[in-house]
């Protein structure tokens, strides 16, 4: 793999991760629209910059092509300044984050949230279970400092409101050091 030369990143790179319908979208949208950072959704940009692979019929999903989506993403990494939101968060470089924020939601909401999404079957269980063993919190604290993974329940308005602030108070203290 190329080797990328450490810049001193003049905005940070937050990671926001969890299972599907936890509310990463809502979030990010709302962060994009009270601070400067660029909300980078990667399923979309994937999906648009032709990185999406064979369809899984068994998920009612595509693999992705990590390698083309990650070339295509350093640079504006570099730069500094990106919320991204995935799912997923270990095929991402390290030292791409600042910090990671991992949502979560009780069952009882997230089934709710995917049932109205569309989801059903195996789609629909396997997003479940992911949350219920905290598939995605337990990979982003294997993937990245422990100290810079902090989860954050996103269950109503709320809470949703508490993130938004937990989040900006963050890129200030980041900023001010
Ligand atoms: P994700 O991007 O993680 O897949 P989303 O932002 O699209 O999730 O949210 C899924 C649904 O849940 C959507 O209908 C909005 C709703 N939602 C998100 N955050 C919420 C919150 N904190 N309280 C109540 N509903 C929320």
């Known amino acids: 793999a190329p080797q990328y030369p450490t810049i001193n990143r003049e905005a940070p790179n937050i990671l926001v991760t969890g299972t599907p319908g936890v509310g990463k979208s809502t979030l990010c949208k709302k962060l994009a629209e009270?601070?400067?950072?660029?909300?980078?959704?990667?399923?979309k940009i994937a999906k648009d910059n032709n990185c999406l692979q064979e369809y899984d019929?068994?998920?009612?999903?595509?693999?992705?092509?990590?390698?083309?989506?990650?070339?295509g993403?350093?640079?504006?990494?570099?730069?500094?300044?990106?919320?991204?939101?995935?799912?997923?968060?270990?095929?991402?470089?390290?030292?791409?984050?600042?910090?990671?924020?991992?949502?979560t939601a009780d069952t009882s909401s997230l089934y709710d949230r995917l049932n109205l999404r569309?989801?059903?079957?195996?789609?629909?269980?396997?997003?479940?279970?992911?949350?219920i063993f905290k598939i995605c919190l337990d990979e982003a604290k294997q993937f990245y400092?422990?100290?810079i993974v902090h989860s954050l329940e996103s269950i109503n308005e709320a809470?949703?409101?508490?993130?938004?602030?937990?989040?900006?108070?963050?890129?200030?203290?980041w900023l001010n050091n």
């Not at 009270?34 to 399923?43: D, G, H, N, P």
């Not at 569309?118 to 949350?131: P, R």
């Open 145 to 147: 400092r422990t100290q």
């Open 34 to 43: 009270v601070t400067a950072l660029r909300w980078l959704e990667i399923s």
């Open 73 to 103: 993403l350093e640079e504006v990494m570099s730069i500094g300044g990106n919320i991204v939101d995935y799912h997923s968060s270990e095929f991402f470089p390290e030292r791409w984050f600042d910090v990671v924020f991992v949502l």
């Open 118 to 131: 569309g989801y059903s079957g195996k789609k629909l269980e396997s997003n479940i279970e992911c949350e």
């Open 57 to 71: 019929p068994e998920f009612d999903t595509h693999v992705l092509d990590e390698d083309k989506l990650m070339d």
């Open 159 to 173: 809470q949703l409101e508490e993130n938004v602030q937990k989040i900006c108070q963050w890129i200030q203290m």
